[in-house]
């Protein structure tokens, strides 16, 4: 299995210009995130995803679109692009919470590098 | 509110010599915490996590991690660091129906000759 696949590996963009940052799972997960991650600050959530055709926003949704129409992927938008937006972006994906509670461990993608200048 | 600290920004250790990795939480409900591991230019990979029971977990690459609910804290512990330890280290904690995570800000390890 392929895992958490993430294209492209860097990018960069001028202000303004719009791009798709593509991530697909093979693990038949149903939920999945995406984060960013700036120096210093962790990693911060964007939107997820707790299956096909349902969405919701994270910490840092503004300036972001996302969409989920099939199990394996979830495209992160953006429309217009901001130097703020220069950072690495992580997909992740998990089963999910089963029965109990249990909480099932988030796996990542090897992230997409974006320099907006 | 919801958070994870991790106090030391940058560790720097020894080969051989022992490590400790300082995690604390403020979450409201029961905790479910993680440790990941992140090597230049690569993604996380999960080192351990708890959820219940033994408070003592062990995880891949000799790591372990104690939970101490009385202090909020999830350290992380080596007892002979290698070289090829030396990443970035973030401890994570999550719970709830959408299984988010909130990340602390992260520990970069360096390890001396």
């Known amino acids: 299995n392929a895992g958490v696949t993430q294209t492209p590996k860097f990018r960069i963009l001028k202000i303004g210009q719009s791009m798709t940052l593509q991530c697909t799972q093979d693990m038949n997960h149903n939920y999945m995130y995406w984060y960013r991650q700036d120096p210093g600050m962790g990693l911060k959530l964007i939107y997820y995803s707790v299956g096909a055709g349902i969405t919701d926003k994270g910490e840092v949704p503004n300036g972001y679109n996302v969409s989920r129409s099939t199990t394996e992927d979830f495209p992160l938008r953006l429309e217009l692009a901001a130097p703020s937006q220069t950072s690495v972006y992580f997909c992740?994906?998990?089963?999910?919470?089963?029965?109990?509670?249990?909480?099932?461990?988030?796996?990542f993608g090897p992230g997409t590098r974006l320099l907006v200048l | 509110a919801q958070s994870v600290t991790q106090p030391d920004i940058h560790i720097t250790v020894s080969e051989g010599a022992s490590l400790e990795l300082r995690c604390n939480y403020s979450y409201g409900a029961t905790p479910y915490l993680f440790w990941y591991v992140q090597s230049p230019g690569q993604g996380l990979q999960l080192l351990l996590k708890?959820?219940?029971?033994?408070?003592l977990v062990q995880g891949i690459k000799g790591f372990e991690a104690e939970f101490k609910r009385s202090q909020s804290s999830f350290n992380l512990r080596k007892p002979s660091v290698h070289w090829s330890d030396a990443a970035e280290y973030f401890c994570a904690v999550g719970g709830g129906a959408t299984n988010k995570l909130i990340f602390g800000t992260g520990t970069l390890l360096a390890v001396q000759p």
């Open positions: 992740a994906s998990t089963r999910g919470v089963l029965a109990g509670g249990y909480q099932e461990t988030q796996y």
């Open positions: 708890y959820f219940s029971g033994d408070t």
